[in-house]
C-alpha cells in the first residue's frame, strides 16, 4: 500500500490537471482502505416504462421525474457518509447512476417496498394532484450493497412510444 501511495504521489508531481485531481481521488481511496474502487458509490433510477409506451410520455418528463425522484432521495438522506461523500465538491465529475425501468406502477411500488423492508434509504416520487408514483431513487450507497435490489430491472431506453413515428 504505502507503495501504491508513492508511486501516485509521483504521478501527482509529474502530470497536471485531470490526472492530478485522478492521482488524489485514487490516493484518498487507498489511504481510506475501504475499497472504493472496486465497490463505487451509486444511486439507482427507476423509471416506469408503462409511461412511455402506454401513456405517451415524453422523454422530457420521464427525465424530470427521475430527476426529482433523485434529488429527493439524496436531500433526505444527506446526514449519511455515503450521501455525502457522493455529492462532495470533489466527487461532482464521478457521479454514477443507474437509469433502470420496470413495466409499471405495481412493480415499483413493489421495489419500494422490498427496498424499505430491507432498510435502504429511496424516494418514491408520487406525481400530484394525480397520486400516480412515476419513478424511484435510491440514496447513494455502494453497489455491492444496492444491485442485488434491481436484478429484476433493466436498462432504461426510450423510443418513440408505440404506434408513433421517431422523428
Not at 475501504?34 to 427507476?46: F, R, T
Not at 430527476?67 to 444527506?78: D, G, P, R
Not at 465529475?93 to 433502470?100: C, I
Amino acid at each position: 500500500m504505502r507503495f501504491a501511495s508513492l508511486l501516485l504521489a509521483q504521478q501527482v508531481a509529474s502530470f497536471g490537471g485531470a490526472r492530478r485531481a485522478l492521482a488524489r481521488r485514487s490516493m484518498a481511496a487507498l489511504s481510506a482502505g475501504d475499497g472504493e474502487a472496486s465497490d463505487p458509490l451509486i444511486q439507482y433510477v427507476v423509471l416506469r416504462r408503462d409511461l412511455q409506451e402506454s401513456e405517451g410520455w415524453p422523454l422530457g418528463a420521464l427525465v424530470a421525474q427521475g430527476a426529482h425522484a433523485a434529488v429527493a432521495a439524496v436531500v433526505e438522506s444527506m446526514g449519511a457518509d455515503d450521501t455525502r461523500a457522493y455529492v462532495a465538491p470533489e466527487a461532482l465529475g464521478s457521479m454514477t447512476k443507474a437509469v433502470l425501468e420496470l413495466k409499471g406502477e405495481p412493480q415499483l411500488r413493489a421495489l419500494s417496498e422490498k427496498l424499505a423492508a430491507d432498510g435502504r434509504a429511496h424516494h418514491l416520487w408520487v406525481e400530484q394532484p394525480e397520486n400516480v408514483a412515476t419513478c424511484l431513487a435510491t440514496a447513494p450507497g455502494r453497489k455491492s450493497a444496492l444491485a442485488p435490489h434491481f436484478k429484476k430491472c433493466r436498462l432504461s431506453s426510450w423510443h418513440a412510444p408505440k404506434g408513433e413515428a421517431a422523428a
